[in-house]
C-alpha cells in the first residue's frame, strides 16, 4: 500500500559488498569499469578535445545542407572586449538617432540663448533690463528721501 503521492525510498533494500567479497571478486554487483577502461576514456577525450578545435560546428539535422535566413533562429553572440571590433561602424535606431538630434538642437538653441540671438532672451534681456532701471529709481527715491528727513532733522536742530 502507497504511503500518499510519493513512494518511500528504496534505502532498505540495498546491498553491500562486504571487504571479504570485493577481495575474492564474488562481489553481488560485479565491477565493470577498470583502470584501463579509464585509460581508453582519457585518450578519447584528448583527441576529442583536439578534433573539436579543427572541425567548425556540426548542425544537428537537415540544417547543415539548408540554409534558412530566418533571423529569429541566429542566437546571439557574446563578445569579449579583446574581440570586438572597434571600426565597425553600429547603425542607430530610429529612437536614439531622433534623440541625438533632440540633445543636438537643445544644445544648439542653448547656446544662441547665451549669446541673446534667440525672441526668448530678446524679452528677457528686455525685462531684465526694466527691472534694472525700476530698482535704480527705487533706489533714488530712497537716497532722496533720506536726505530729506536728514535735512528735516538739521532744520529742527537748529
Same mark, same amino acid.
Given at each position: 500500500?502507497? =504511503?500518499?503521492?510519493?513512494?518511500?525510498?528504496?534505502?532498505?533494500? =540495498?546491498?553491500?559488498?562486504?571487504?571479504? &567479497?570485493?577481495?575474492?571478486?564474488?562481489?553481488? =554487483?560485479?565491477?565493470?569499469?577498470?583502470?584501463?577502461?579509464?585509460? &581508453?576514456?582519457?585518450?578519447?577525450?584528448?583527441k576529442e578535445e583536439e578534433s573539436e578545435e579543427e572541425e567548425p560546428e556540426r548542425s544537428k539535422g537537415t540544417n547543415g545542407i539548408i540554409e534558412i535566413a530566418n533571423p529569429n533562429l541566429v542566437k546571439p553572440k557574446n563578445l569579449k572586449a579583446r574581440d570586438a571590433d572597434l571600426d565597425q561602424t553600429h547603425e542607430l535606431s530610429r529612437r536614439e538617432r531622433e534623440e541625438i538630434e533632440k540633445q543636438k538642437a537643445h544644445e544648439r538653441y542653448m547656446r544662441l540663448q547665451e549669446q541673446g540671438k534667440t525672441e526668448q532672451a530678446r524679452k528677457d534681456l528686455e525685462r531684465l533690463s526694466m527691472i534694472r532701471q525700476q530698482r535704480a529709481e527705487a533706489a533714488?527715491?530712497? &537716497?532722496?528721501?533720506?536726505?530729506?528727513?536728514?535735512?528735516?532733522k538739521a532744520e529742527a536742530r537748529k
Open positions: 500500500m502507497g =504511503r500518499g503521492k510519493f513512494k518511500g525510498k528504496p534505502t532498505g533494500r =540495498r546491498n553491500f559488498s562486504t571487504p571479504e &567479497e570485493m577481495l575474492a571478486g564474488t562481489s553481488a =554487483r560485479p565491477r565493470t569499469f577498470k583502470q584501463e577502461q579509464a585509460e &581508453e576514456v582519457r585518450d578519447v577525450s584528448e533714488r527715491k530712497r &537716497e532722496e528721501e533720506k536726505a530729506a528727513k536728514e535735512q528735516k
